[in-house]
C-alpha cells in the first residue's frame, strides 16, 4: 500500500501554476468580474495552502480546487446580491464539469468505495439500504415487501446512512455530483 504524499510547496507551486488562469475564467462565469473572480481563487489557493498537510495528493485536488471556487462564487453571489434569480435561470450557470472533466480513473474509484461501503453493512440494513436506493422504494414499501415496521426501517436507513457519511465523507460533494447525472 502506497504511502499518501501531502501538499508540499512545489506541488502547490505546480498546482497553481496549471491552475490559477483556468480557475479564474471558471469563477468569472459566475461573478461577471474579473477581480472578485481573482480575489476568490486566491482565496481557495490560500485555504489549500493552510490545509496542506491535511491534503492527500492521491485524491483529486484540481476537483477539490474547483468545487471550493464553485462554492465561493455562489457565497460571494449571494453575500452580493448583484444577481437577480430570474438571471441567473436564464444564465444556467455551469457546474464543477465546466472546469473539469468528469475523470472516469476517479469516478469508478468512488463508485467502488461506495460499492464496498455497502458491502460493509449489516445484512438487514444493507438489504434496506438497496432497496431505498436502488429500487427507490418508500419506507412503507420497504416495510411491507420486508415484513417490519416503518419505524425499523428508518431505524435501519439512519443507521445506514450515518455509516456512508463516516465512510464517504471526504468524497461527499463528488458522490452527490456523480448521482446526479
Given at each position: 500500500?502506497e504511502?499518501?504524499?501531502?501538499l508540499d510547496e512545489?506541488a502547490?507551486?505546480?498546482l497553481?501554476r496549471?491552475?490559477f488562469?483556468?480557475?479564474?475564467?471558471?469563477?468569472?462565469?459566475?461573478?461577471?468580474?474579473?477581480?472578485?473572480?481573482?480575489?476568490?481563487?486566491q482565496?481557495?489557493f490560500?485555504n489549500l495552502?493552510e490545509?496542506?498537510?491535511?491534503?492527500d495528493?492521491?485524491?483529486p485536488?484540481?476537483?477539490y480546487?474547483?468545487?471550493?471556487?464553485?462554492?465561493?462564487?455562489?457565497?460571494?453571489?449571494r453575500?452580493?446580491?448583484?444577481?437577480?434569480?430570474?438571471l441567473?435561470?436564464?444564465?444556467q450557470l455551469?457546474?464543477?464539469d465546466?472546469?473539469?472533466?468528469?475523470?472516469?480513473?476517479?469516478e469508478?474509484?468512488?463508485r467502488?468505495?461506495?460499492?464496498?461501503s455497502?458491502?460493509?453493512?449489516p445484512e438487514?440494513?444493507?438489504?434496506?439500504f438497496?432497496?431505498s436506493?436502488?429500487?427507490n422504494?418508500?419506507?412503507?414499501?420497504?416495510?411491507?415487501?420486508?415484513?417490519?415496521?416503518?419505524k425499523?426501517?428508518?431505524?435501519?436507513m439512519?443507521k445506514?446512512l450515518?455509516?456512508?457519511?463516516?465512510r464517504?465523507?471526504?468524497?461527499l460533494?463528488v458522490?452527490?455530483?456523480?448521482?446526479l447525472?
Open positions: 500500500m504511502t499518501p504524499r501531502f512545489i502547490f507551486e505546480e497553481f496549471n491552475h488562469k483556468g480557475l479564474i475564467h471558471f469563477a468569472v462565469t459566475y461573478v461577471k468580474d474579473g477581480e472578485a473572480a481573482r480575489e476568490i481563487v482565496e481557495a490560500l495552502w490545509k496542506r498537510e491535511r491534503i495528493l492521491s485524491k485536488v484540481k476537483s480546487l474547483a468545487t471550493a471556487v464553485r462554492n465561493r462564487c455562489l457565497n460571494y453571489l453575500d452580493h446580491k448583484k444577481f437577480s434569480h430570474d441567473l435561470d436564464l444564465e455551469p457546474g464543477n465546466y472546469y473539469e472533466q468528469p475523470d472516469r480513473l476517479v469508478a474509484d468512488i467502488e468505495k461506495i460499492t464496498g455497502i458491502g460493509e453493512l438487514k440494513c444493507r438489504e434496506i438497496v432497496l436506493r436502488s429500487e422504494l418508500k419506507y412503507q414499501e420497504i416495510a411491507d415487501r420486508l415484513q417490519i415496521s416503518v425499523t426501517v428508518e431505524a435501519q439512519s445506514a450515518q455509516h456512508m457519511r463516516n464517504l465523507g471526504e468524497y460533494s458522490v452527490v455530483i456523480m448521482l447525472r
